[in-house]
């Protein structure tokens, strides 16, 4: 996380909510030979990140002998030119939104990992509607224990939660300019920055 405390979002609930919108994570361990990635849908619910892994990816066997897993949900970013500001002698920088999750990561049983892939589709599905859900109870028996077969669901009690709102608050009379320089960008990475910054 950003060091500066001025970019710094301690509330929990917005952390949530934003892991929540995005669902999707970077997830980093310590494997045996060196750091170890992984991306992965994932969810929270009670305080607890859920998802789940390939059987064959390198991160089950670095999880299986260091469990401490961090998580990095990401929204959007931009590049700020200091053309854009009023003031002189600006240097350029990047304004972006992250969230980072750390936890002891466990593994599910094979209930564990059905029920983990219900909620996940029960929650992506939603944001379909008015689409009718898919569920797991379209998919044949034998087709859905084969699959059940191939991945490692996990869960992980958040131990820390931080989030970096990194919207130009160090420099509070530039907001809305660089806001404006970016909204008209066709660039959805720099559009979202530019509605995010003219909430602040």
């Known amino acids: ?86 003031a002189e002698d600006q240097v350029p920088t990047w304004n972006y939104v992250a969230v980072e999750i750390e936890g002891e990561a466990r593994a599910l049983d094979r209930a564990g990992a059905r029920t983990l892939l219900d909620d996940l589709s029960a929650h992506f599905e939603a944001k379909l509607a008015p689409k009718p859900p898919w569920t797991t109870a379209k998919m044949t028996p034998a087709k859905l224990e084969a699959l059940l077969g191939g991945i490692v669901a996990y869960e992980a009690p958040i131990a820390r939660l931080e989030g970096t709102w990194k919207l130009s608050q160090n420099k509070p009379g530039e907001v809305s300019r660089v806001a404006a320089a970016l909204e008209v960008l066709p660039d959805a990475g720099a559009q979202g920055v530019a509605r995010l910054m003219r909430g602040i």
């Open 1 to 86: 996380m950003h060091p500066a405390p001025t970019f710094a979002l301690r509330d929990p609930q917005p952390l949530l909510d934003f892991v929540a919108h995005r669902g999707f994570a970077v997830l980093a361990a310590q494997g045996p030979e060196g750091p170890v990635t992984a991306h992965a849908a994932v969810i929270v619910t009670s305080g607890v990140l859920r998802f789940h892994l390939s059987a064959a990816n390198r991160m089950v066997a670095a999880l299986a002998e260091r469990p401490r897993l961090l998580a990095v949900v990401t929204g959007p970013d931009a590049y700020v030119s200091p053309d854009w500001y009023a």
